[in-house]
């Protein structure tokens, strides 16, 4: 089993949703999405991404160019990719996903059903600022540990309980500052798709709100879809239960689709009984 999946894929899904994180944050980021979305009637198999440098791949370093991750995803995720599946991408993650997409079409590799991407400018908007120092752009360059730290906080993305446990803060902000680079970092020139887009923003977000996140529409080939949560930035967090009513209706529609032009393909999944993040 590849590095990036927590668990093996449940073998007789219909539909698979790979997840994910956003910046500094990993796999356990989705450790209720299983349960949350089969209590929601959307038979799925939820695939939560855990890229190298944290959680049980800590002591693997980071990759800080999109490119190289992009490439490594494809390849290590090839037998998930090969069957009907779906992408959920928070932030960071939305970038991840539709640059895998890009990869994908280029080469002619099976292509998602649909993309889920949450929380994140469309590709051609200047990225937004975190912290208050004037050179605090999207790699927090500018800002020191303190300042980064307590701008996540205020956001929603770092428990406020972190700011007074200086070690554990040497252990994450650096993970935070790679997954920022990464962002900023070179990019493809963006193209429409040809996958549905569904957008989800916080209603609150100061990162991301509807405007920029809505700009997306013009990458998606082949329809595009606008849900407002509420929250912040950080509605993955803050409002976990509201995003899963949203999530589980894009993702039962297109596991009844599946399921109507493949009716012997297994049922539906259920929550594995332990998962490791």
């Given at each position: 089993m590849t590095a990036y999946l927590p668990r093996p894929p449940q073998p007789g899904a219909r539909v698979r949703l790979v997840c994910f994180p956003y910046a500094g944050g990993g796999a356990s980021a989705y450790a209720r999405w299983q349960r949350g979305l089969t209590d929601r009637g959307a038979a799925v198999d939820v695939l939560p991404i855990r890229l190298p440098g944290r959680e049980g791949r800590a002591g693997e370093p980071r990759i800080t160019e999109l490119a190289a991750l992009t490439a490594e995803l494809d390849e290590s995720l090839s037998e998930v990719l090969d069957r009907p599946h779906l992408l959920?991408?928070?932030?960071?993650?939305?970038?991840?996903?539709?640059?895998?997409?890009?990869?994908?079409?280029?080469?002619g590799a099976r292509l998602p059903r649909a993309a889920l991407l949450a929380a994140y400018r469309a590709p051609h908007l200047p990225p937004p600022r975190i912290g208050t120092t004037v050179a605090g752009d999207v790699d927090g360059g500018g800002n020191t540990d303190a300042e980064l730290a307590q701008a996540l906080a205020d956001l929603g993305g770092l428990p406020p309980l972190l700011l007074d446990h200086p070690e554990w803060l040497r252990a994450l902000l650096p993970v935070v500052r790679d997954d920022l680079a990464l962002c900023a970092g070179p990019v493809s020139r963006p193209v429409p798709v040809p996958v549905p887009l569904h957008l989800f923003a916080g209603r609150d977000d100061e990162l991301a709100g509807e405007a920029e996140v809505g700009?997306?529409?013009?990458?998606?080939?082949?329809?595009?879809?606008?849900r407002t949560v509420p929250g912040g930035h950080f509605f993955l967090r803050t409002h976990e239960e509201a995003l899963l009513d949203e999530v589980a209706r894009v993702v039962r529609r297109y596991e009844a689709?599946?399921?109507t032009a493949h009716p012997s393909r297994t049922a539906p999944c259920s929550a594995p009984a332990a998962t490791r993040a």
């Open positions: 959920y991408g928070h932030s960071m993650g939305a970038l991840i996903a539709y640059e895998l997409i890009r990869r994908r079409q280029q080469r700009a997306w529409r013009r990458y998606g080939a082949r329809g595009c879809e606008l689709e599946e399921h």
